[in-house]
């Protein structure tokens, strides 16, 4: 029997073959690695673009009784992007569910990616994952400091121990609130601009920051639109997402 990150048993009888993945990066990472393997997935999933499976809802609220409608034998689950009661029914009603850690660095994210789907689904090693592990072995100087909102109204941003922050001080972004006390701090929009930071990175996810909504909040600072699934989604798109960042970042 193995046992997911927190450390929880997950009773499989054998390698999962219907497959719930509540989990967007993940379930990118498990449609890439073996396709047709997925039977649900939630509305958040965007990628593959062409996955055809059924949608259960949201990542935090997913419909927990379409899950169970489609009789899975593993459900893949986060421990930060979904909701403990929601894990517990689907446990209760004899579905197995393996649940990942947050990852705060790269590694620790592609690791866990791939004891899911070695151990957990029982998958031969994608040639994307040691891929992804050359891509961002390397950690580049420091040559700039940022914030990073993920949301406004209120304004949240990454502080620390995060796989996003992790992924911009490996192409020599700082993160201002790295050393924070919380993961997601809360600041005011004045402390964000009063802050030292040269740049404003801005996804698209999960708040979608455009060019005329989110840089107006900075005109101190030169802000930079970023896709969201390349900062903080640890899978296949991790491959191509060191390219497209370190162009968005230098201009």
């Not at 403990?84 to 866990?112: F, H, K, Q, Y």
């Amino acid at each position: 029997m193995y046992e997911d990150d927190l450390g929880e048993p997950v009773a499989l009888t054998g390698p999962p073959r219907r497959v719930v993945s509540l989990v967007p990066s993940l379930t990118e990472a498990v449609a890439a690695t073996a396709p047709g393997l997925l039977v649900g997935a939630t509305d958040y999933c965007t990628h593959p673009a062409d996955l055809d499976v059924t949608r259960v809802g949201g990542s935090k609220y997913p419909t927990v009784d379409s899950v169970l409608e489609l009789a899975p034998d593993l459900v893949i689950a986060n421990s930060e992007e979904n909701r403990p009661e929601d894990v517990e029914r689907l446990r209760a009603n004899g579905i197995p569910v393996w649940v990942t850690r947050a990852p705060e660095s790269v590694p620790a994210g592609l690791a866990s990616t791939r004891r899911l789907l070695t151990q957990g689904l029982g998958l031969g090693e994608p040639d994307w994952l040691p891929a992804a592990e050359a891509a961002w072995h390397h950690v580049e100087p420091v040559w700039a400091t940022a914030v990073i909102p993920v949301w406004r109204k209120p304004w949240v941003v990454i502080g620390r121990d995060t796989f996003a922050g992790d992924v911009l001080r490996r192409l020599g972004v700082a993160n201002v609130y790295a050393d924070h006390a919380e993961r997601y701090p809360r600041p005011t929009l004045a402390e964000l601009n009063a802050t030292a930071a040269e740049l404003v990175v801005l996804p698209d996810e999960p708040y979608e920051f455009t060019a005329t909504d989110g840089p107006e909040a900075f005109p101190g600072k030169r802000s930079v639109l970023v896709i969201g699934r390349y900062l903080t989604w640890y899978g296949p798109s991790l491959v191509e997402a060191r390219a497209s960042l370190t162009e968005a970042l230098i201009g």
